[in-house]
């Protein structure tokens, strides 16, 4: 029983303990208290409870209670059978198909009256969402939904907020909404408590390929378990929902919106003054719990990036959002003095915002849990008292933004079908429909603004109640200039600064700033087609579900003659084609570009009839052709994974599984045994710090086998790899690493710059590509870039190599975020092609797999996994081979004067 469940019990007299029937007194004898079945108190220390044992003991209470359901949601990328647990009263699960009904109208409110809408919020039940765990090192959510459902099913007789709690709302609760993650850190800590290594960090990521990133892929939906959860949220329309997390400001204990500045700025001002006012009720029923250290005090808990699983719902009239209760490590305790505070916060002066500190002492898991558990009872408490309002403000906020956009621009996205890579354009837009936003497209040819668009386009109509979502990720941001103090350096932001998706996957869309004509109106019809089944193909990406979910490119297809097939790196799917061709046993090619212009692959080997059905499954085109000129391809690609779990290598490793790539992955001893180039003709490094990589975790934090970097044995290793002929390809933060440990000559020109005279994290930005190296093949001359702690490079003397970006000479380069101090960047490079010995390292110094996100530049690092053996040799020696003659490979320019003449 929770502390909070404890004090109210108190407050409510003896007298509420008489109330409970003889049935319902026996109903509570008969529902399994978490101890009775775990062997412990839920947060006792030193005790975790994993995914696996929390899912028998929901099955336990489904079991003995009427108040409890167990939905089958998916499964996880891991292939876990994952499971939600759905609680209110029993009359209201009887009636659940109904409120399911209510909750759908009043999210999709077209055509629904006020008067109608206020009825159906009289009749319906909140529903609200609660889960923890998403970041599974952050161990208390998964322990404290256990808990909460004991105390919600046993007390519900005798505490009289519970049983208005289960009368008002239906709880939509996630055991863990990472079950994957749940039980690696189980199993790790298990593993290691009671030894050196009790508190030591995990050595891989907690959910599969990028770890910490599952709340930043909402809108992406590049993993199962978003998409599981996005799918979820379609099915039940939620009107709150709630994460919880563990990563509270030092020393305060837990901290609640309203959130810090700045905000995302589409989101319904409704839905932020709602969200704020459960974050002050929260804090409300803390203190009256006696639970001091609450804080609302802005500590960097920005609300700008819409990616948040837990806050992009908010522009889907979703009151959504997260708290940060305190962390320790896993289920050890931990005593605090006054001491340990941060000088500012020793003096225990309570706060605007922090009107309770928090004195020290003892903090255990056991406490996280139950600030945990009364934090959630405080939000389905307000969800109850304020059931009406809460259900009809969902529909007074999606009502008012069909209402906005039907009366103002943007009036719609037009997105035309040809474009530099169309699968792309069908990837953007599968997002939002999977997101519950509505895609239409021309049935016949149809006038826009003087510009006749064909059948076939399609359109984003913006008089929708999802609309304010699709406005958040179609437009260019513009992060506002926050300063820590008057003239010192940028705020920085909590996550990105920008995102803009039409310039991160390179697709031409057309804002309506105009009113659709009838004639334009007319000629619209929705996209046919039926949603994708991800329960049953939780793996298959969106790529290969194009037809299924009713958006399909251009259709592929091979025309011409001849016994080989070219296709144009500018297409994506070009790369899946060619692997999947290859597992088939053809053989690869690359015809090289000339004046400028991008080379070509070359598949042969296998028969015409399998590569028509692989072009025209994956909507690629491509030319049969001799083949002659085109230089021998082999794949022979390594990764190289630290034992310092790292998401951009996750990623990396997502990006090469989604193209169908074969890989080697490489840890500190794979690289240190040396001799790479037997097995080898690439190796990538994703981005990392040059300390990281070369020292990894230090002596005595982790158990020995997970100890150390690359070190100097790993240094002379690639060294040796690289001169013999090898590509290094070294991604973002690690450049740094390949230019300190390799001694290249080039220079990264804002390593020591000073944030108040530059800074650019976060942001997208243009610069000038040279489409005719292999790097860079299919990409367009300008190409939009996402930048995060990322190099910028000049050349220094000996060097010998191609500059394969750059950035413009004059102006700002900046497309979307935030940019201070473009001198910094113009005229530099962005990427290079440095010679070194015989082979190459490839330095790329922005993020051309971010999260998924920038498709207009994954085929940077799928052409970078490509140029090796004899493609890359027939570089080294050959001035001009790759490059146009005014970017012509020759000794590099002196110091500091930029690479693109």
């Known amino acids: 029983m929770s502390l909070s469940v404890l004090r109210r019990l108190a407050a409510a007299g003896a007298a509420v303990l008489l109330l409970p029937t003889s049935v319902a007194l026996a109903q509570r004898a008969a529902i399994p208290t978490p101890e009775s079945v775990f062997g412990f108190r839920v947060g006792a220390d030193f005790h975790l409870v994993d995914y696996d044992e929390s899912i028998a003991y929901f099955r336990k209470l489904a079991a003995a209670s009427d108040r409890i359901r167990l939905v089958d949601v998916g499964v996880t990328s891991n292939g876990h059978p994952w499971t939600l647990a759905v609680i209110s009263s029993p009359a209201n699960l009887a009636k659940l198909d109904r409120y399911r009904d209510i909750a759908q109208r009043l999210a999709h409110p077209e ?174 029923e803390l203190e009256s719990n006696g639970m001091p250290g609450a804080t609302h005090m802005g ?129 953007l837009l599968k997002r939002f429909a999977f997101n519950g936003v509505r895609i239409e497209t021309l049935a016949r040819p149809a006038v826009y603004d003087g510009v006749r668009y064909p059948a076939g386009t399609w359109v984003i109509p913006m008089d929708q109640e999802f609309a304010q979502l699709v406005r958040q990720l179609m437009e260019p941001q513009v992060y506002p200039d926050l300063r820590e103090f008057p003239g010192g350096p940028p705020e920085q932001p909590y996550d990105a600064a920008g995102w803009t998706l039409p310039y991160q996957m390179d697709v031409r869309v057309v804002e309506a700033r105009a009113p659709l004509s009838d004639a334009f109106r007319s000629a619209l019809q929705p996209v046919a087609g039926k949603a994708v089944d991800w329960h049953s193909a939780p793996d298959a990406p969106f790529e290969t579900n194009a037809e299924a979910a009713g958006i399909a490119p251009p259709a592929g297809g091979i025309t011409g003659s001849g016994s080989a097939v070219t296709v144009d790196p500018a297409q994506t799917n070009a790369f899946r084609f060619m692997n999947r061709a290859l597992a088939d046993g053809a053989t690869l090619g690359f015809v090289p570009g000339t004046g400028g212009a991008s080379g070509q692959y070359v598949v042969s080997g296998t028969p015409p009839a399998t590569l028509d059905a692989l072009a025209a499954s994956l909507f690629v085109r491509g030319r049969r052709a001799s083949g002659a000129g085109a230089l021998p391809v082999r794949p022979r690609v390594a990764i190289y994974k630290p034992w310092n779990a790292s998401m951009d290598e996750g990623w990396t490793q997502w990006l090469l599984d989604q193209y169908d790539f074969k890989y080697t992955v490489l840890t500190n001893a794979d690289i240190q045994a040396g001799d790479l180039a037997a097995r080898f003709d690439v190796v990538l490094i994703a981005s990392d710090s040059p300390r990281g990589i070369m020292e990894g975790y230090a002596h005595g934090t982790v158990p020995p086998r997970y100890e150390g970097g690359l070190g100097a044995e790993g240094v002379r290793a690639l060294d040796d790899f690289v001169r013999g002929g090898g590509t290094l390809v070294c991604l973002n933060e690690s450049a740094q690493f390949a230019i300190d440990e390799l001694h290249l000559p080039v220079r990264n020109v804002v390593a020591k710059t000073p944030r108040r005279e530059f800074f650019a994290d976060g942001s997208i930005l243009r610069v000038t590509t040279d489409p005719q190296h292999p790097v860079m093949a299919g990409m367009p001359a300008q190409a939009d870039v996402f930048v995060m702690n990322s190099p910028v490079f000049t050349t220094l003397p000996g060097f010998r190599g191609a500059a394969l970006a750059t950035y413009q000479k004059e102006g700002s380069p900046l497309r979307s975020g935030y940019l201070l101090g473009e001198q910094h960047l113009q005229g530099y490079a962005a990427a290079l092609d440095v010679d070194h010995g015989g082979g190459h390292v490839v330095l790329i110094g922005f993020q051309p797999q971010w999260r998924g996100q920038p498709e207009g530049t994954f085929r940077v690092v799928l052409n970078a996994a490509l140029f090796g053996g004899a493609l890359s040799a027939k570089a080294q020696g050959t001035p001009g081979f790759w490059t146009a003659p005014d970017t012509a490979r020759a000794s590099a320019p002196p110091s500091g004067i930029d690479v693109t003449n």
């Open 111 to 284: 055509g629904l009256s006020a008067a109608d809408a206020h009825l159906l919020a009289r009749e319906g039940r909140v529903f609200v969402d609660i889960s923890g765990g998403l970041h599974a090192s952050e161990i208390a959510g998964s322990q404290h939904t256990i808990q909460l459902a004991y105390d919600l099913l046993s007390r519900a007789d005798t505490d009289p907020e519970i049983k208005s709690i289960l009368d008002n709302d239906v709880l939509l609760l996630w055991p863990s909404i990472n079950p994957d993650g749940q039980n690696i850190v189980v199993h790790w800590y298990r593993e290691n408590v009671g030894t050196p290594y009790e508190v030591s960090p995990l050595h891989e990521l907690y959910q599969k390929y990028i770890g910490h990133d599952n709340n930043r892929d909402a809108y992406m939906l590049n993993v199962p378990e978003s998409r599981v959860i996005a799918r979820t949220w379609r099915e039940w329309e939620p009107d709150i929902i709630y994460v919880q997390h563990q990563t509270a400001p030092f020393p305060t204990r837990i901290w609640l919106p309203p959130f810090a500045e700045p905000i995302a700025p589409e989101v319904p001002a409704l839905m932020s003054r709602e969200v704020n006012t459960i974050g002050m009720t929260i804090a409300q």
């Open 299 to 427: 500590t960097g808990f920005d609300a700008w990036y819409p990616g948040y699983i837990d806050y992009m719902p908010m522009l889907m009239n979703i009151d959504a959002f997260w708290t940060e209760t305190a962390l320790y490590r896993y289920a050890t305790p931990h005593f605090y003095t006054v001491q340990d505070f941060p000088p500012a916060f020793r003096d225990l002066r309570p706060q605007s915002l922090y009107p309770s500190p928090w004195k020290g002492g003892w903090w255990r898991l056991r406490d996280a849990v139950d600030y945990m558990e009364t934090a959630s009872i405080a939000v389905l408490d307000y969800a109850a008292k304020y059931r009406e309002e809460v259900l009809y403000n969902r529909y007074k906020a999606g009502t008012e933004t069909i209402q906005r956009y039907r009366n103002n621009p943007p009036y719609a996205y037009l997105v035309p079908q040809a474009q530099h890579d169309p699968v792309a354009a069908a990837d």
